[in-house]
């Protein structure tokens, strides 16, 4: 029988690279929600779709296909993983998905993922909304200085520039509109293990998720 973990949480908790490698040792899939709302928000950006304009908006998502492949995200066929990993594309993700239509048009396409397998879904709304039967939930966080560092030192890496006064306040702004917003907001769901990374290595935290879904899925073969 498949089942469902889910890891959510604010931006830059260090929740992809967590879940990816979990869901490895586990042995089962990886859903990045995420990439779902950041593919959806560029296109509808990209077709100059507002999002306040709803006749609009529920014509543009009939005509929008999506397809999850285990490491990418194809729209209507043409890959977007490189495209959906920048910081414009963070600033839409975070105002498309508030908006009402765009999170309704992607809830069947998340839930179907199930049907494939066993998953670690990864996103903000997974444990309360799109999986509440899950058999872990976790909520991910760090302190916003602590997920600031760590998006600095990420872009550092990849050669790209950053100023880490300017990448705070963007997680700032996000974290608001995230759990601020009417439908789905950002929070704890019931039953969430609660877990703050900014003093974990990732290892740890991937050890930490691993050994509790173990748990879990032994105390049930009880
Ligand atoms: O996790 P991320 O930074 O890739 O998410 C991009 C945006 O999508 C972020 O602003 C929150 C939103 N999102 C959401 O509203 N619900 C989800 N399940 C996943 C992401």
Redesign the pocket.
């Known amino acids: 029988m498949n089942y469902v973990v889910t890891i959510?949480g604010p931006?830059?908790a260090g929740?992809?690279s967590v879940a990816r490698r979990a869901a490895v040792e586990l042995g089962i899939k990886y859903l990045?929600?995420?990439?779902?709302?950041?593919a959806i928000?560029l296109i509808l950006a990209k077709s100059e779709i507002n999002p306040d304009n709803e006749d609009f908006l529920s014509e543009a998502l009939s005509e929008i296909k999506i397809e999850l492949k285990q490491n990418s995200v194809l729209v209507n066929g043409f890959d977007v993983s490189g495209e959906i990993r920048t910081p414009e594309v963070?600033e839409l993700?975070?105002v498309y998905?508030?908006v009402p239509l765009v999170?309704k048009a992607l809830l069947s396409l998340?839930k179907d993922q199930k049907n494939y397998g066993s998953l670690i879904?990864?996103?903000?709304?997974?444990g309360s909304v799109?999986f509440p039967d899950a058999k872990v939930k976790f909520f991910l966080t760090a302190s916003p200085e602590a997920r600031a560092k760590r998006r600095y030192l990420e872009r550092i890496s990849k050669g790209q520039e950053a100023d880490y006064d300017e990448i705070l306040s963007a997680i700032k702004n996000?974290d608001l509109?995230?759990s601020t917003?009417k439908l789905?907001p950002?929070s704890v769901p019931d039953g969430a293990i609660y877990l703050d990374t900014s003093d974990l290595t990732e290892d740890e935290a991937v050890n930490f998720i691993v050994n509790h879904v173990k748990e879990a899925l032994s105390n049930e073969t009880k």
Request: proline share 0%.
């Open positions: 959510d931006a830059g929740k992809s990045d929600t995420g990439a779902i709302y950041r928000a963070d993700a975070s998905s508030a999170r998340q879904a990864e996103g903000r709304d997974e799109v996000r509109n995230d917003r789905s950002l």
